[in-house]
């Protein structure tokens, strides 16, 4: 078994603190990302359940074992950075030979050789073991550098955003991957990302941070449908989601305490209204091929829907907005329910 559980840890560097109070469990063979913005407290995380820092309060246990005290060497994971950081002059064989060649290691050269290419087939590299680090694509680096954390089998396997410095194509194709693997080996995953669409996809459980918080923890569904507060809402969800104040829609029934209507862009109807019950006008089109962002001036306010390509509406018309499936957000952004 490889789960770990954390039990209120805080961290604190001087006055900042970094983590608060972070209660988490993750389960053998789960794929669990942190999602939050920079600052939020996710690498502080990682480097928390690695032992590379120690929290102020609270405990670390890694397969049951507390290991709030141990250090990173005891505990059986690996961690995946941000920068790879690969050793030029070695082949690609070398580099992710590394790990295994440690002294306190001691595996035997026939284990490595099988390991290593059982790690390259995994990452489809095997063509590529005999090229220095330097011959690589940078994609083709950062499945190297992942490799070098999959030769050791570890228990946990630690990632923080590991795709960042990949184009978007390279993202891609690499957010399959990394999914197939983790199904393939029923590896733990810790990862963390500022990336809602990595979240969405690799995530069987995302947890929602911000500024040290963990504000809610959930299947991908869950946390799309169900967001505990405002702040989670505008996480999920591209374009995000309309919030404005329930004075907009004075028709629509709404729980007392709502403040704040929150609209996804696809739970929109809107239709041109020449007859007088328009809500604002068609401000701005954005169009995607597929379906179109319609920009909609309520007031001041813009208020993005997603239409067909063919709705027929233009810049300049007026029109109706019906809401289906409404969140509504008290007016400290708690979700009322309704
Ligand atoms: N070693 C450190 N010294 C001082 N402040 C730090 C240190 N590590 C992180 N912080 C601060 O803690 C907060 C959380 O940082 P971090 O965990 O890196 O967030 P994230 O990875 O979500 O961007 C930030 O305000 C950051 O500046
Ligand atoms: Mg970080």
């Not at 389960?27 to 600052?39: A, I, M, Q």
């Not at 306010?301 to 007026?318: E, H, I």
Request: with cysteine; aromatic share 6%.
């Amino acid at each position: 078994m490889a789960d770990i559980r954390l039990d209120f840890v805080c961290k604190s560097f001087g006055k900042t603190e970094a983590v608060h109070e972070l209660s988490l469990n993750v389960d053998n063979g789960e794929f669990l990302v942190l999602l939050g913005p920079t600052g939020a407290g996710k690498t502080t995380t990682l480097r928390l359940v690695a032992g590379l820092e120690r929290p102020d309060k609270g405990r670390v246990a890694i397969a049951g074992r507390d290991v709030t005290s141990a250090p990173p060497a005891m505990r059986d994971v690996t961690f995946v950075f941000q920068q790879y950081s690969l050793y030029p002059h070695l082949s690609v064989f070398d580099n992710l030979a590394f790990p295994l060649r440690s002294p306190v290691r001691r595996t035997p050269p026939a284990e490595i050789e099988r390991k290593v290419r059982e790690v390259a087939r995994l990452l489809h590299i095997e063509d590529k073991l005999q090229n220095r680090a330097t011959q690589l694509s940078g994609g083709q680096m950062q499945r190297v550098a992942i490799g070098r954390a999959l030769v050791r089998s570890p228990a946990i396997y630690l990632m923080d955003e590991p795709l960042s410095s990949l184009d978007a194509k390279l993202r891609g194709e690499m957010r399959i991957e990394l999914q197939r693997i983790q199904r393939e080996l029923g590896a733990t995953i810790l990862y963390v990302t500022h990336d809602q669409t990595e979240a969405m996809t690799l995530a069987t459980r995302i947890g929602v941070m911000d500024r040290g918080r963990l504000v809610q923890v959930g299947t991908p569904r869950e946390i799309y449908e169900n967001p505990v507060d405002a702040y989670v809402a505008t996480r999920l969800g591209s374009p995000g989601i309309n919030l404005v104040p329930r004075s907009v829609f004075p028709t629509m029934p709404a729980p007392p305490a709502a403040a704040t209507v929150g609209v996804r862009t696809e739970h929109v109807r809107i239709r041109k209204a020449n007859d007088g019950g328009a809500l604002g006008t068609v401000s701005w089109i954005e169009h995607l091929g597929d379906q179109d962002h319609l920009h909609v001036a309520i007031g001041e306010r813009d208020f993005v829907t997603l239409s067909d390509a063919d709705a027929g509406l233009g810049v300049g018309d007026p029109v109706a907005i019906e809401v289906m499936r409404p969140l509504f957000f008290d007016a400290a952004g708690r979700r009322v329910p309704g």
